[in-house]
Each structure stands twice: as structure tokens, then as C-alpha cells.
């Protein structure tokens, strides 16, 4: 049973546009989420986090956005460029719980940002 | 400040081996996660070490088992090598001590079981 989805396999978007990538989780314990970006035969990268306490937090050309009673997180880029083309992975923790150690992970989003 | 390094990059084994993969994290972060990345499961989280204890562990058999020295450094292990552990191993470390959760990840070794 997943506990956090990312029900768009991939997503196309003109360079210059906002990206939204989606995620959805069903435990109620997590109070943590993050964003990666990842590139074929590289580890995750750190894009963005945010805690339950919030509800948005923004970084330059991203911001995540967190509805708890939904249980819906999104992402967005803007504006959106080709050097973003990569997969993109939802991860949510239990930090509260001591899981903060224990990142579960969507099964990743593929942005293709075209020229 | 050097990233998360891994070795080997790359490993072929036969199965029926057994492997050891070593993780060395960001300079001061104390906790050091592995996780399994396959095409089919996507990333899954193995076990955490911090300070030289297991925290917390995943749902993977025992033959995966770890450890993690004074220094923060750490180390995986897998024992009797089935075709299905061909995987990337990715060790992420993180600096909870601050308040901050993100981890940060290495750039994995690829373990290919024939």
C-alpha cells in the first residue's frame, strides 16, 4: 500500500511556464515533506522542504504548497526552464514519531520542459 | 563542503556473494540512511544510523544489515546475493541535531547480480 503517490508518471511543459507536480499521502503521522530532483545514474538532490505547521514555503523559482486535510502537496516552478528536466520525487517523514531518518518516496514524476 | 560519497560506484557479483558498500556522509551530519532504488519499487528506505546505533529499519530481510563507525562514517552489507537485490543503493546523511530533516544523498552504487 503506498503511502505517498504521485499519480502523474510524467508531465510536459513550454519552457517559460509554471510546472505543478502533485503528491498525495494517506498517513496522517507524516509532518514532514520534501521535493528531489533527480537525473539518471545521480542521487537525489534537495530541492525543497516544508513542515505540517505550514502551508507554503518558497525558494527562489520553487514553492510547495501543503493542504493537510486534503493530503495533497504540490510543487511549483516558476519559470519553468529545460535545465529542469529530470524526475521529480515526492518524500514525507514521521519526524514527530523519530522516522525523520525514514524518508517514503513517491514513485517520481518525469518533467520534460521543452525549448 | 564534499558531498555524500559512495564505493564502489559499481559492482558485479554472482549470486550466492556477498557485498559490502561504504557510505561516507556530509562532515558533521550524524545520521546516515540507505535506501534501495529499483525500477519497479522506486526508492525504498532500508535502515537510518545515527551515533552508531540503528534507528530505524526498514521492511528488508536480514541479510541487509549495516553499521556505522565514530566517525559517521557507514557501511551496508548483503549476504547470500539474489538476482533481485540488483538495485541502486543511494546513503543519504542529515544534521538532525540542528532541527533539519533534509537529507542529502549520495551518488549511489550500482550492484548488478548475475
Known amino acids: 500500500d503506498q503511502q505517498v503517490k504521485q499519480n502523474s508518471p510524467s508531465l510536459s511543459v513550454q519552457e517559460g511556464r509554471i510546472s505543478i507536480l502533485n503528491c498525495d499521502y494517506t498517513?496522517?503521522?507524516?509532518?514532514?515533506f520534501l521535493w528531489y530532483k533527480k537525473y539518471p545514474a545521480e542521487g537525489p538532490t534537495f530541492l525543497i522542504s516544508?513542515?505540517?505547521?505550514?502551508d507554503k514555503n518558497e525558494d527562489g523559482r520553487f514553492t510547495v504548497f501543503l493542504n493537510k486535510s486534503a493530503k495533497h502537496l504540490s510543487l511549483h516552478i516558476v519559470p519553468s526552464q529545460p535545465g529542469d528536466s529530470a524526475v521529480y520525487f515526492c518524500?514525507?517523514?514521521?519526524?514527530?514519531?523519530?522516522?525523520?531518518?525514514?524518508?517514503?518516496f513517491g514513485k517520481g514524476t518525469k518533467l520534460s520542459v521543452k525549448p | 563542503k564534499a558531498g555524500v560519497t559512495q564505493t564502489p560506484r559499481y559492482l558485479i557479483k554472482t549470486r550466492g556473494q556477498q557485498v559490502t558498500l561504504s557510505c561516507s556522509p556530509i562532515?558533521?551530519?550524524?545520521?546516515v540512511s540507505w535506501y534501495q532504488q529499483t525500477p519497479g519499487q522506486g526508492l525504498q528506505f532500508l535502515f537510518e544510523?545515527?551515533?552508531?546505533?540503528?534507528?530505524n529499519k526498514g521492511n528488508f530481510p536480514g541479510r541487509f544489515s549495516g553499521r556505522q563507525f565514530s566517525n559517521s562514517r557507514s557501511e551496508m552489507n548483503v549476504s547470500t546475493l539474489e538476482l533481485g537485490d540488483s538495485a541502486l543503493y543511494l546513503c543519504?546523511?542529515?544534521?538532525?541535531?540542528?532541527?533539519?530533516?533534509?537529507?542529502?544523498f549520495g551518488p549511489g552504487t550500482r550492484l548488478t547480480v548475475t
Open positions: 543519504a546523511s542529515s544534521f538532525p541535531q540542528s532541527g533539519s530533516y533534509e537529507q542529502y
Open positions: 518524500a514525507a517523514s514521521d519526524v514527530d514519531g523519530g522516522s525523520q531518518g525514514n524518508l517514503i
Open positions: 516544508i513542515s505540517s505547521i505550514k
Open positions: 544510523y545515527f551515533s552508531e546505533t540503528q534507528r
Open positions: 498517513n496522517s503521522m507524516f509532518d514532514y
Open positions: 562532515s558533521g551530519h550524524r545520521s
